[in-house]
Structures are given as structure tokens and as C-alpha cells.
């Protein structure tokens, strides 16, 4: 993949960059797929039961409204999502198990970790079009990440 200043470069009118700064986590630092989306916070039953799915190589994009007292992602969540072929994560919330995942083959961006785990309710929203960072996600975007940053376009870009 091209890096994003490249892809930035040659779609500057259809590469929306992110305005905040995530942190990384996992072994995979690139991130070039279509996006699936969910709306969940204090919960990450939806989150579960998602990377349960085949991800046929997507992102999933999480809003958790950028909670900061529990997780939305642990190291067996994660290993889940690996096993079933999700490209990675971009998070509007925090992670736990950070050395696990570390050792993932997996590229999850968050905003930190906090060591604490959510309720289960089975609440939230999939496939909800969500909001931050300065973008607008909904299912059917494409997401492009690499060191620099990350950014979304409405369609799959080629180069």
C-alpha cells in the first residue's frame, strides 16, 4: 500500500485525513479495507459478537464516545478478530491487554487502555453511521491507516 501522504496526494478530494492523534497497537501497522461500523458504549457485547464473524478482511470502526473507565477490546477479543480474518480496529475508546496484543497480527488504533472490563447488555447500535476524529464513518467506506495517521473515502480508491 502507498502511504497515506501518497494516497493523500493522489485523492485530495476524496481522502478525508482524521483531525486527532490514536494511538497503535498490535503488529500490523497498515490498514487499507471496507468499513463496518458500531455504536456502543459501556458495553462491547456488539463488538464480541462481531469480530465473532467473518471479516472477509474488513474494519471495524467503534465509537464508544471515547469512554475512559472501561475497555471495548481485550487480547481474546482481539485473537477472535484474528482468527476471523478482520483486517483490524479503529476505536473511539480505550483497550486492555496492550502486550497481548501487541503480539497480534492485527492493527487496532485507540485512543489508550484502561485496564477495566464493560458490562454485557447486548446495547448499541451496528451499522450506525458514526462520528469522530473530524470524520464521518458508515458501513461501505474504505478506511486507509499507516503510521501517519488514518483517513476515510466513500469509495475503494486504486493505486
Known sequence: MKTLPDISDLYPQMLNVSNKRF?????????????ETVFCTDDNSLVKSILAEDGRGRILVIDAVGVNHVSMIGDQIAAEAVKNNWQGVVL????????????????????GSVFKK???????????????????????????????????????LEF
Open 23 to 35: 494511538l497503535r497497537y498490535g503488529k500490523s501497522n497498515i490498514l487499507n479495507g471496507e468499513i
Open 118 to 156: 464493560t458490562e454485557k447488555f447486548g446495547l448499541g447500535k451496528r451499522g450506525a453511521m458514526i462520528s469522530f476524529a473530524g470524520l464521518i464513518f458508515k458501513p461501505g467506506y474504505w478506511l486507509y491507516a499507516d503510521e501517519n495517521n488514518f483517513g476515510i473515502s466513500r469509495q475503494k
Open 92 to 111: 473511539n475508546g480505550y483497550i486492555r491487554d496492550v502486550t497481548e496484543i501487541n503480539d497480534l497480527p492485527i492493527s487496532i488504533i485507540a485512543k
